[in-house]
């Protein structure tokens, strides 16, 4: 599972659990014995112990289960901007920004529905772009 | 193995910027402190346990030994983000259970000086930038503020709003509540690094950090230390009256670590420990959260108050937003909680609050807290929380008369 990069053309993924390609989507590791779903690479899980892994494609939709819009930021990181916690549509959490959406609390609300959207994140000095994912608010 | 511990003296240094002292000052300060007023020399003690984040490298428990008294014995530098302090009372604790001392002193201190909350950011590099997966996550970039936020403002205000999100009753005005009360607690408290009330509308009108938390919902940033001295029931039989009438009881001491939940890699889960630790503590000292008269709990951002009111039992459960409108946890209250101050105004030098939050408790259950006394105040409890993650317990008792 480690150690492969998805390389689409002059794309890569800021996250190895990030897949490129027609539909973007989230990937995790499934544990074999318990199913707990997990973004790092893994040494065992910290649910059961057990010690091999599967991968499990995620849903691109999902619903805020939390988020703060955050007006004070580490240097270089542009704000006010929202970040989010996304419970995926038939499992799984993930932490994203949302985007489209007006950052202020009127507008970003609890239990909105969203989808996972991408976007340039950055460029390296070969031209390779980097791929990064949010998630916006969805009819 | 001894039947229980107490505190049999205690002291802080105000919490405030020190650029003139260096954190073995500190250290050194509230240890002497602690000792004088437990009326024991460091040759009393048989262990120290050494509380402190920053310079954790270094050894500070010989350090502060160096300064204040090198008598061979043990000593346990200990980290675990801001709950540090308390890990350090528990280590000592632990050594006088097993037998190992009779008496020995538990030391939290930190020198943060203007580090803020957030992190110093990405260095810039000057040679060539090429895209390469590295890490646990295969991250090409920093994924801050592009991911979401790990910062502390963003992390804590998340999870405030993630109890919002599971509960009727609670929003910014809830939240702005808490810290309204801690400032206003803060004011009879002169250890505080910051002793002035804020207005409910001055708090929801301030510079907004990371909503639901503006800035004066969030803790400072400061310099202190906060020391305790321990020793075991038989020994303290042999010590003065006076001593004795002073000492306070440890009823529990408990540390948890963050059981396995699927969405914590995410976003941390501050409640799921919180509510083990506070189980078995209530369990040790045979007490409920109805007994006790007052509570310390680690607020380090409003929105963390608010979810441990919960946690603890404070509340019924859900109950957090209905809490904090009753005004349950005013002074006045039923459960007074954070009259110090709390970490929003007293303040939060990391390695000390652990230990700072023991010493306000052994301090309200002697009688000795001055204008903000809990008056009758019989027993109480100390929470803190390191991001990680740690909680830790304590629950003290008066002596009785
Ligand atoms: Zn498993």
Known sequence: ?139 | MAESVWVLGASMTKIARYPDKDVIDLASEAALNALDDGGVAMRDMQVMGMGNMFQAMAGLGQSVQQQIGQTGIPVYNVVSACATGAVAVRTVFLSIMAGEADMGIAIGAEQMGKMGLLGPGGSAKSEKNVYEPSGRYGSVIGAEGILGTTLMPGVFAQAGMEYAYEHDGVGFDQFAKVAEKNHAHSVLNPLAQYQKAFSFEEIKEARMIAYPNTLPMCCPSGDGAAAVVLVSDSKLKTLSKEQQRRAVKIGASVLTSDPYAERAQVQPDVNTLTRNAAKIAYEKAGIGPDELDLVELHDCFATAELLHYDNLGLCEPGGAGAFIDSGAPWRDGKTPVNVSGGLLSKGHPIGMTGAAGVFEITTQLRGEAGDRQIEGAKVGMAHVIGLGSSCAIHILEKAAA
């Open chain 1, 1 to 139: 599972m480690t150690g492969i990069v998805r390389r689409m053309g002059k794309q890569i993924p800021i996250v190895d659990y990030l897949v490129l390609g027609d539909a973007p989507h989230l990937t995790a590791h499934e544990c074999k014995e318990c199913k707990a779903l997990y973004f790092d690479r893994r040494n065992a899980c910290a649910q059961c112990g057990a010690r091999t892994f599967g991968s499990r494609d995620l849903a691109t939709s999902g619903v805020v289960r939390s988020f703060s819009i955050i007006h004070q930021a580490a240097p270089g990181v542009p704000v006010p901007y929202v970040s989010s916690i996304v419970d995926l549509d038939g499992g799984g959490s993930v932490k994203a920004n949302l985007t489209k959406v007006e950052p202020d609390p009127e507008h970003v609300t609890l239990g909105m529905k969203v989808g996972l959207a991408t976007f340039v994140a950055g460029t390296d000095d070969d031209g390779t772009e980097a791929i990064a994912f949010a998630f916006e608010p969805v009819a």
